[in-house]
């Protein structure tokens, strides 16, 4: 590591080992990150000066200068052509093998995960030394408004501000060594006006490559509808990489983009699992989550069609949702890990697909879970459900079983939720396979939840829905 500090008003150049990065006192005691490329160029500012003859105190100002012009962390670039892409950091080919999320990276890393995508740069310095630490690229999602969220971008007063904090964030981070890509917004378009959500994207991707032309930028927008990617293209020229948040759809973009003449690069910024809004419904409205090794087949497909098969071409990689955990409809519809920390199949996959080779040790499973009778029942009226848990190496097994409230704090766009409490008393009876229920006193949409561990950081999971309604159950 190598520093320039003031002392004694002299400059004094401090090195020592560690991670290549440091902190240079700059203009207004600004730091200025100084990484292994800018320590090059900064002793290359001093071999100059003392070649030509300058004295200690005129080595000290070239020094000064060298450092604070302007120099950045890495560069990434697009080489190509319409159709055929592929990005450049440093000028080596970088396919993106990415993740969403912030936590975990020494697992990314340790499975083959090289890069994040975060959806704000709030608080994010730490996350990026960490990142830089563990070689995991970050790109930096700059949040631009929803006008969901009662944003209004017919104030220009309102724009002028958000473009500040784009500014802000740009100039803060530019010169980070872990910074691959800026992410504009993220499905800003989503219950909104698409124009001006284009405008503000445009707006946002302008600038920031006016303040940092050595890193791409990237719209994020939820699918791509019927054209969506081609308004992308039409309304931000200053856009470099279109960014697709896509479920069910994903193995389809392929196919998709090309009626929309999209023939720029793309990322998919976000797949995993089905969505709730894309599958089959209870009558009462619950969705039917499919388990987590349906899942995990899920992630495969996505990347097999929607990523590998354009590759080369279009596609530069993709982040898998969720790297970590959240309420969503359910607590473990999207989440690749438990809340306790143990991960599912969907993480197995994502290590299989980014080296070629299958984890060791890989997760349990829960199929076939079913009622013995419903999905309708009285109130306090006891019923049997079964499943089927496995282990792909035959570990022994625990499971648990929980019934809880269906959540009626359902938002759109992966708004924070509430999540629902366990209901005591409901499991009478359990074991591995089998276990007596109780429907809960109170009338109401409830979810049966089965987990799976094998003891050594796996866990299988699966839920299914039931109704407790008061009067005749047929």
Same mark, same amino acid.
């Given at each position: 590591?190598?520093?320039?500090? =003031? ?29 292994? %490329? ?171 490559? *006016? ?66 809004? *894309? ?46 955990? %959240? ?81 009626t704090d359902r938002r759109s766009g992966g708004d924070a939720e509430r ?27 409830? =979810? ?27």
């Open positions: 590591m190598h520093k320039l500090i =003031r002392r004694n008003a002299r400059l004094t150049l401090v090195s020592r080992l560690g991670d290549g990065s440091a902190a240079i006192p700059g203009h207004c005691d600004d730091s200025i990150r100084l990484g292994p %490329k800018l320590f090059q160029h900064v002793v290359g500012w001093a071999y100059r000066a003392v070649r030509v003859g300058f004295g200690p105190g005129t080595l000290g100002t070239v020094l000064l200068l060298g450092a604070c012009t302007r120099y950045p962390g890495s560069s990434v670039r697009l080489a190509g052509e319409p159709g055929r892409w592929e990005l450049l950091r440093d000028d080596s080919p970088y396919v993106i093998r990415g993740a969403a999320g912030r936590g975990r990276l020494e697992v990314l890393a340790s499975v083959g995960g090289n890069s994040i995508r975060t959806w704000d740069a709030i608080d994010i310095d730490d996350l990026l030394d960490e990142a830089h630490r563990h070689g995991i690229s970050v790109t930096v999602g700059i949040w631009l408004e929803h006008e969901r969220h009662g944003f209004d971008y017919d104030d220009p007063e309102v724009r002028r501000k958000q473009l500040d904090k784009v500014r802000a964030c740009v100039l803060k981070y530019r010169d980070h060594p872990a910074v691959l890509m800026w992410a504009l917004g993220n499905e800003v378009e989503l219950a909104g006006d698409l124009d001006k959500a284009l405008r503000a994207i445009e707006e946002a991707a302008a600038l920031t490559k *006016e303040l940092d032309p050595h890193h791409p930028t990237m719209a994020v927008v939820a699918e791509i509808g019927q054209d969506k990617a081609r308004r992308v293209r039409e309304a931000c020229p200053s856009i470099d990489v279109l960014g697709i948040n896509s479920y069910g759809g994903a193995p389809s973009l392929p196919r998709r983009l090309t009626a929309q003449g999209w023939t720029g690069p793309y990322v998919i910024t976000e797949f995993g699992p089905i969505g709730h809004w *894309e599958g089959g419904h209870t009558p009462w409205g619950a969705p039917f989550e499919p388990s987590s090794s349906e899942k995990a087949e899920m992630y495969r497909r996505a990347q097999a069609e929607g990523v590998l098969a354009e590759m080369p071409g279009r596609c530069l990689g993709s982040y898998a949702f969720l790297w970590g955990h %959240k309420q969503e409809t359910t607590p473990t519809w999207f989440g690749m890990f438990l809340e306790s920390g143990e991960r599912t199949a969907a993480v197995d996959v994502m290590q299989e697909l980014w080296t070629g080779k299958p984890p060791t040790d890989r997760a349990p499973e829960v199929g076939n879970l079913a009622l013995g009778s419903g999905p309708v029942f009285e109130p306090g009226q006891t019923f049997v459900s079964t499943c089927k848990p496995g282990d792909p190496e035959g570990e022994p097994l625990r499971v648990t079983w929980v019934v809880r409230p269906e959540s999540g629902t409490p366990d209901i005591p008393g409901a499991i009478v009876e359990s074991g591995l396979e089998r276990a007596v229920v109780r429907a809960p006193d109170w009338p109401g949409a409830y =979810r049966l939840y089965v987990t799976v561990f094998d003891g050594r950081g796996g866990a299988g999971t699966a839920n299914i829905p039931f109704l407790v309604q008061a009067g005749e159950v047929e």
